[in-house]
């Protein structure tokens, strides 16, 4: 972030992706059902990351994907097309199909990381109540839930 604020016309964009109704698997299937599931769906997002993105489990099934030097429209390109493949690759994982929303936004010069994360996870919220297994990305929520800085609970 510091970097994009000393150059202004570089960019980074950070996606929020949720497995959708992951607490199911859990529930119906245990635990090592869930795992699994995790599993797969962290080597699916590694394998299609560029070297030098990040990738990061905050917890439970939530995941964060930093992309340095990305613009909201390539990082949403590359995100879309992770939350497609996520039901193929874990298949036969989990009894249940496997699904993810995402919140994607991009970094606002000055703005804090915890407002950065906020606007991500308001998006990704936004999928869900949306119908789920979408990505969601600034503009695309026209009650301006888009432009609020802290989660919606």
Known sequence: MAQV?????EAVSVALLDLDDF??????EGHQAGD???RGVAAE???HIRRGDYLVRLGGEEFLIVFPGMRAEAAYALSDGLRE?????????S??????????????GGETAGQLLGRADVLMYAAKTGGK?????????GDGLSGQTEPIL
């Open 95 to 108: 009894r249940r199909p496997v699904t993810a929303s995402i919140g994607l936004v991009q970094y606002r």
């Open 85 to 93: 493949r996520i039901p193929a690759v874990t298949d036969g994982l």
């Open 23 to 28: 607490k199911r698997i859990n529930d119906e």
């Open 133 to 141: 297994n979408r990505v969601c990305r600034d503009g695309d929520v």
């Open 36 to 38: 699994r599931v995790l």
């Open 45 to 47: 997002v590694r394998g």
């Open 5 to 9: 604020d000393r150059r202004p016309g």
